[in-house]
């Protein structure tokens, strides 16, 4: 391999689309038809590489390939791949990725067409000056209109769409049109060779092999195996170890240049100790003026983690602790429940980063765990001036300090079919947002509105899909605080309070609200040998109430000696299953109920 | 050997045929063509003479012929395998002798012939007293021939109990009451009376998961069917001693318990089980479920055992506490306690009692009609 590269021949791109639109599916192919990997390595989502995204389908963190493709006009390029995720919660990380390349395939599902997350991704890319290449995918589809979403994009973005590709990123078809395309309609990087080094810190994460490796994107200069660079947002002074580009898996390089993506290691502890948009450069004879940098993404959903069993508590610590190393946009703080014990309040991006976290603690750390109602921040003025953050409903001052609180609110672009538009504007209504947009683009109607994001972390996404059987799309971005006539709703089981359960409510829906969880709780809390009484109060005032009757029967008709063994794997089973729940007071509530209880079906 | 301590020692003797398979039924039962009794007759008696080998010395008290239909058998085979069970053990003076019957017309020819052979407690399985509900059951019989059938049983053996599946589909408290009454009016002094439950793999269970099989009672008033149930039989004098089956004081199944006593009993036959207590400790002792590869193994290896796990002091705690205290007996705590390794937890026990679940009288522990009524759950409060 050449040490080092001609700047115009680099091409560094990311590819842009909407969730299921065949992003992860057109990269493996352009990795496949360049040789990269070979084919006996090739497995499809070759860049998920975490086991929930397999399962799941979905990117969650960004990922990096560099593949060399020889062009037509007889040259070879290097070309550098940033996958970036495609859901809401995820957002600042696509921002953060598009900065480190100057060009975006926007990838449209030509039987779909344009979707909410197209937008919000192809106008982060827009903004970060990308030129633009619209791909049309999935034409082998006999739905496929390329035609009609080729005018979509241009009516509905505003690019010029008359040179998309069609392609079909399942069969192969058009992929070479795709690469040569990348070669002459993208913008090769500019960049010094002489100049002092300045490279970003595009992304980092922890390798249980090589500790933490830190992705970078060279501005001006060379960096060199052995170097000794700095941060220059944290000071922080380090030697290269070892210099890498991603194939995806890593392969030793002796030097980057500019406009080259690579990785590298120094001996860094932690993910912490390095900051997405930091500008890395040498020790002696450094660059003058830092990149700007990229405001780091804040948590807007918090919840409690608990372990089920209580002496679970420090394998949790360890647990958060090793994954918080990998993922700095998760936060995490001690927190005691009086009836929870010892666990953690922890802070995400959104609902689907918190199912992430809790899914990979529970499986990769085989720990049972209790999630707690998820909140939002609120805002609390007090009466003698102070503003205090509230992350958990249970820390609620009394109401004689406060004088008045806010909450975040969000701006949400929805995209559904004509005929769902009804049920979309009702769900939004019900969920106190404000119309502020309502436009038509075909028959495809797009909605903004002003909603409470207290009221869409939760189920919204699930409620959405399910009222428009999921042709609807979304996405959102924060507008800041406002204030409202907000409550706190605490739920009182067996006349115990739960705090667990408490929430934030706004006071016209508090009722209802209250009367939905009681009505959960019966159906999710299994009747016991006693009656329970389930109520929500706000203060010492019950606004809602139901009765779990008494179990009254549960035994088995016939068991004799041929029975003895099966009949105990039973019970034994069973009563696993019991250890699972929280004792509050002398009932026993599932852990699911702490999050099923808050989704409304309405 | 301490048997008598927990009921005595008994042997259960599986017969896995049927001349139809009842829709409920999740029993080891099989429809054959036809049967080689003699070649099954050869099995038992191999069989027989390799448990006696390993139980050598110990007291039989109680023989159960279970099944599938084991009146299906015929009765030179009933009496060669007694009189092979004769031979093996020392046989306790009362030797309790049940064998387990349909009441159909062609079953009730062969009854003089097993009390002959030594039978001395039919055990039927009559289901329903009328034409209606037994034909949603799935029954070959009528009731009239039920009560025939009874009849004839009554003049060959001391002791008759059968047994009667309530909570049927679309079936009232007061219509069971009425039937159970009527069943009480026939003179028994034993029944098994018991809820009816779809079991997991059975045509029920199908045609439940189908959405058919309408009109069963909800949770609620097959609870009140249940201590209706208990009521009824306890004004007439015979009081549940067990979850499902009632007995006047001394006409109890002493082979059923022996089970809830958790005391030793050896399995013969397809599918059987045994907990028996060997110089290396106490055994859960299984064999193969089909027929034919039980047969197989007996006349090919010599031995119809195909899984022999020891049971750790834990698990016969565990054991001992489930089956104990489906019976009004309740268990000894003492007992349990010494198999545990520790007291059960106080503050369940306390919970329990509060609720009017359990009660703890001296040195035994039991639960109430109401506490057996919903006894898995308490028994999962009383599990470590
Ligand atoms: N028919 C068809 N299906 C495709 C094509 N490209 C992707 N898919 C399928 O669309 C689904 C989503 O693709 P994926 O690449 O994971 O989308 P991503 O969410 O944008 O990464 C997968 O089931 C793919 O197999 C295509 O060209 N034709
Ligand atoms: C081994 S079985 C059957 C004995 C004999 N073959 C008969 O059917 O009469 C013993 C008893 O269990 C009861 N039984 C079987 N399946 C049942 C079910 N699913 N629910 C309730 N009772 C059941 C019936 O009362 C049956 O008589
Ligand atoms: S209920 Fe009795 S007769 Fe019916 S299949 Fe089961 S064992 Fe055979
Ligand atoms: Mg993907």
Known sequence: MPAMTQLDLIRNFSIVAHIDHGKSTLADRLIQLTGTVAARDMKAQLLDSMDIERERGITIKANTVRIEYPARDGKTYILNLIDTPGHVDFAYEVSRSMRAVEGSLLVVDASQGVEAQTLANVYQAIDAGHEIVPVLNKIDLPAAEPDRVKEQIEDVIGI???QAIPISAKSGLGIPDVLEAIVTRLPAPTGTRDAPLKAMLVDSWYDSYLGVVVMIRVMDGVIRKGDRIKMMQTGAVYGIDKLAVLKPQMVDIPELGPGEIGVFTASIKQVRDTRVGDTITHEKKGCAEALPGFKPAQ?????????????DFENLRDAIEKLALND?????????????????????????????????????YDLDLITTAPSVVFKLHMRDGEVRDLHNPADMPDLTYVDHIEEPRIKATIMVPDEYLGDVLKLCQDRRGIQMDLTYAGSRAMVVYDLPLAEVVFDFYDRLKSVTKGYASFDYQMMGYREDFLVKMSILVNDEPVDALSTMVHRDRAEARGRAMVEKLKELIPRHMFKIPIQAAIGARVIARETLSAMRKDVTAKCYGGDVTRKKKLLEKQKAGKKKMRQFGKVEIPQQAFISALKMDE | MDDWRNGGFGLYLHWPFCASKCPYCDFNSHVAASIDQRRWQAAYLAEIARVGALTK??????????????????????????????????????????LEANPGSVEAGRFRGYAEAGVNRLSMGVQALNDADLA???????????????????????????????ARQDQTPAAWAAELRAALAMTVDHFSLYQLTVEDGTAFAARAAAGGLRGLPEDDTAADMYLMTQDICG??????????????????????????????????????????????????????????????????EGTGESARAALTCADQAAEYLMMGLRLAEGIDTARHEALAGRALPRQAVQQLQDLGMIEAKADRLHATSAGRAVLNAVIRELLP
């Open chain 1, 160 to 162: 010029d769409a008359s």
């Open chain 2, 57 to 98: 010395g110990r007291v039989l008290s109680t023989v159960f012929f279970g099944g599938g239909t084991p009146s299906l058998m015929e009765p030179d085979l009933v009496a060669a395998i007694l009189d092979a069970v004769r031979r093996t053990w020392r046989i306790a003076n009362d030797l309790e002798v049940t």
């Open chain 1, 299 to 311: 948590p807007v959903v918090f919840c409690g983690l608990f372990p089920v069993d209580a002496n």
């Open chain 1, 328 to 364: 700095a946009s998760f936060s995490s703080e001690m927190e005691t429940s009086a009836a929870l014990g010892f666990g953690f309040r922890c802070g995400f991006l959104g609902l689907l980063h918190l199912e992430v976290i809790r899914d990979r603690l529970e499986r990769e």
């Open chain 2, 235 to 300: 004004e007439a004098g015979l009081p549940a001693y067990e979850v499902s089956n009632h007995a006047r004081p001394g006409a109890e199944s002493r082979h059923n318990l022996i089970y809830w006593r958790y005391g030793d009993y050896a399995g013969i036959g397809p599918g059987a089980h045994g907990r028996l207590t060997l110089p290396e400790g106490r055994f859960a002792i299984e064999t193969p479920k089909a027929p034919g590869d039980w047969l197989t193994r007996v006349e090919g």
């Open chain 2, 136 to 166: 949603r059951l799935g029954r070959r019989h009528t009731a009239a021939e039920a009560r025939a059938a009874f009849d004839i049983a009554r003049a060959q053996f001391d002791r008759v109990s059968f047994d009667l599946i309530y």
